[in-house]
């Protein structure tokens, strides 16, 4: 993959990602429409920059093949994702919308779930379909 197609991958995911969460979280858990854009957008920025370092580290762990990768190889790339985006996000969470260590956990929680099975699906989507080749650099 190259660099101009991880940074294509990276804002798609994020993009996709905020679009379902922002409205989500605003609906379910009550906090204000501009706290969690400002959030969303904060962290969707350090996720691009963690989704790129991290896609580059697991290629060269997992191998270049993204397409044949089962389900279990998959596994492992979305839960080690998360777990790196966890160490900033927490923090981040309790800080900015000014809540407990306990309310982000839980918060972080839901995020958590969504994200592992969100994750999961679009990279299997995203590397059978490839679309950045497909709608940029037709071979």
Same mark, same amino acid.
């Given at each position: 993959?190259?660099?101009?197609?991880?940074?294509?991958?990276?804002? %798609? %995911?994020?993009?996709?990602?905020?679009?379902?969460?922002?409205?989500?979280?605003?609906?379910? /858990?009550?906090? /204000?429409?501009?706290?969690?854009?400002?959030?969303? /957008?904060?962290?969707? %920025?350090?996720?691009?920059?963690?989704?790129?370092?991290?896609?580059?580290?697991?290629?060269?762990?997992?191998?270049?093949?993204?397409?044949?990768?089962?389900?279990?190889?998959?596994?492992?790339?979305?839960?080690?994702?998360?777990?790196?985006?966890?160490?900033?996000?927490?923090?981040?969470?309790?800080?900015?919308?000014?809540?407990?260590?306990?309310?982000?956990?839980?918060?972080?929680?839901?995020?958590?779930?969504?994200?592992?099975?969100?994750? %999961?699906?679009?990279?299997?989507?995203?590397?059978?379909?490839?679309?950045?080749?497909?709608?940029?650099?037709?071979?």
């Amino acid at each position: 993959m190259t660099t101009i197609e991880r940074i294509y991958q990276a804002i %798609f %995911f994020e993009i996709i990602a905020l679009i379902i969460v922002v409205p989500t979280t605003v609906m379910v /858990a009550g906090y /204000a429409a501009t706290d969690m854009l400002v959030v969303g /957008a904060g962290l969707s %920025f350090f996720a691009v920059l963690w989704n790129y370092i991290y896609n580059i580290l697991f290629d060269k762990v997992a191998g270049l093949n993204r397409v044949k990768r089962h389900w279990g190889v998959r596994s492992i790339h979305a839960v080690g994702f998360e777990l790196g985006m966890i160490v900033i996000t927490l923090p981040a969470l309790a800080w900015y919308l000014a809540i407990t260590w306990r309310e982000a956990i839980f918060l972080e929680l839901g995020f958590l779930v969504f994200i592992l099975i969100y994750t %999961f699906i679009f990279n299997w989507l995203y590397d059978t379909y490839q679309p950045y080749k497909k709608w940029c650099c037709k071979n």
